[in-house]
């Protein structure tokens, strides 16, 4: 009896916490739901600390100045940097209150700093010539390089950016201002180079020798000046003329001899004779030699004979024609 009396009063008891919880539960539930109807999550927008406004699209906004700052206006603008992003702080507040999603992005946009992207053309690692697009300087130097400029190595082309844009200029005047004429670098005609027998460059250039040169010999023109075969790793320095064994060799202009001799360079026996204006002629792979050195002679005076000494394959006058070190082409001269 007793014990029945208990377990009723448990249950009473029991019945009433259930009761208490339910209503907590509902109370909870209605309370959510004013809030969802009477209020809105809204985010504090601030910038630098201030408050500008108030936005109920925090992901929107800031999607928006995300694509402000990569937006491409111009191909040369690279992106707008904004002096500092808004920061959200979210706070529950009455539906009615306004929002100004547009007020705060004009506020966050109006001082951003656009960085253009451009190219400069470098030579020597100095910005030469600036350039709209990568396309543009790659053109430069391509066309550079068809032209056989003797810069070509020294050609550069870097990515800029900046917070402003510099003059252009275009791929035309770029390539004819960059431009230079190739000089072609001493390496040896044909071997190891000695002491000053040897030009210091080859020219495709013609310039004015200042004196009349007349054909060393007659033969056939085996060679032309600045032509590469097998024999040679480099441009030809001079103009091959076969003839047979022993024909006469010709001093091209009257001069001093200034070599004659055989200095196992790949020349063979050959001849220097030095005219005015800084002119030398230059007869190789001779079978004989018939002036010396500091000898005088005329134009068209007869001082060695053709042979095959030296770097030869064949019985052929190798002619050059130096101006000041520089090798021209001899047939600018002659033939
Ligand atoms: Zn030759």
New binding site residues.
């Given amino acids: 009896m007793f014990k029945i009396n208990i377990l009723r009063k448990v249950a009473i008891t029991t019945r009433k916490w259930v009761k208490l919880m339910i209503l907590i539960f509902l109370s909870m539930l209605i309370l959510i739901g004013l809030v969802v109807i009477f209020y809105n999550p809204t985010y504090e927008v601030s910038l630098n600390g201030e408050i500008i406004g108030f936005t109920s699209n925090k992901s929107t906004l800031q999607r928006r100045i995300n694509e402000f700052t990569a937006e491409k206006k111009d191909e040369n603008i690279a992106f707008v940097q904004i002096d500092a992003m808004p920061t959200y702080k979210l706070c529950l507040l009455k539906k009615d209150v306004e929002t100004n999603d547009d007020e705060i992005f004009t506020k966050v946009t109006e001082d951003g700093t656009t960085y253009y992207k451009y190219y400069a053309i470098t030579e020597n690692k100095k910005e030469k010539f600036y350039l709209s697009t990568f396309k543009e300087a790659e053109k430069v130097i391509d066309e550079l390089e068809k032209k056989d400029s003797a810069n070509v190595e020294e050609l550069g082309i870097i990515e800029k950016y900046g917070k402003e844009l510099k003059e252009f200029t275009d791929t035309k005047k770029c390539v004819s201002k960059l431009y230079e004429k190739k000089i072609v670098k001493p390496k040896n005609i044909y071997s190891t180079p000695s002491a000053s027998n040897y030009s210091s460059g080859l020219s495709s250039g013609k310039i004015s020798l200042g004196i009349s040169l007349i054909n060393p010999t007659s033969g056939i023109i085996t060679?032309r000046f600045g032509s590469n075969d097998s024999v040679r790793d480099h441009s030809?320095s001079?103009l091959?003329i076969a003839a047979p064994y022993g024909t006469a060799i010709k001093a091209a202009a009257a001069g001093t001899v200034t070599y004659s001799g055989n200095a196992n360079d790949g020349y063979g026996y050959y001849i220097i004779v030095s005219h005015s204006n800084g002119v030398q002629t230059v007869y190789?792979h001779c079978s004989q030699l018939l002036v010396s050195k500091g000898e005088q002679v005329k134009q068209g005076q007869v001082i060695a004979k053709v042979g095959s000494t030296g770097n030869s394959t064949g019985n052929h006058l190798?002619f050059e024609v130096r101006k000041n070190g520089i090798t021209y082409n001899p047939q600018n001269y002659v033939y």
Avoid: E, F, L, V
Wanted: proline residues 0%; glycine residues 16%.
């Fill in positions: 060679s030809h001079g091959d190789a190798h």
